[in-house]
């Protein structure tokens, strides 16, 4: 008798504790590392330096590529990636502006808003 409820409870404490990690995932993401880069590289797209721009874009991505933890951080590194792509190929301000929607989602996937505001 005491096996049973011995093993539903082991089992009821791995599902709860499993359960408690997934939702405090994405309310503990910083972004912060990827922002930098990125400001950088949207700077000198808007320059003109096609070089520095595929640089910091590259450190953008090798960055978000390091942890990749949330929905949000793979599309931040998918556009990343696109921007990467269209700067080799000599699309500059396509780049740019691909580089500038990762920055909008980064600001997006900050942490949670209590307080009920709007």
């Known amino acids: 008798m005491k096996l049973p409820i011995a093993l539903s409870a082991f089992i009821l404490s791995v599902a709860f504790n499993g359960a408690t990690l997934a939702a405090g995932g994405p309310m503990n993401e910083d972004l912060s590392p990827l922002?930098?880069?990125?400001q950088k590289a949207v700077d000198a797209g808007k320059a003109g330096n096609a070089a520095v721009f595929q640089t910091e874009a590259e450190a953008a991505l090798t960055e978000a590529r390091a942890k990749l933890d949330s929905a949000a951080q793979q599309r931040i590194t998918g556009k990343l990636k696109r921007a990467l792509e269209a700067s080799k190929s000599?699309?500059?301000?396509?780049?740019t502006q691909m580089v500038e929607e990762s920055m909008r989602d980064m600001k997006k996937s900050g942490g949670p808003k209590f307080g009920g505001g709007s």
Do not use: R, T
């Not at 922002?35 to 990125?38: E, H, M, S, T, V």
């Not at 000599?90 to 780049?95: F, K, N, S, V, Y």
């Open 35 to 38: 922002a930098i880069p990125a």
């Open 90 to 95: 000599g699309d500059l301000a396509g780049a």
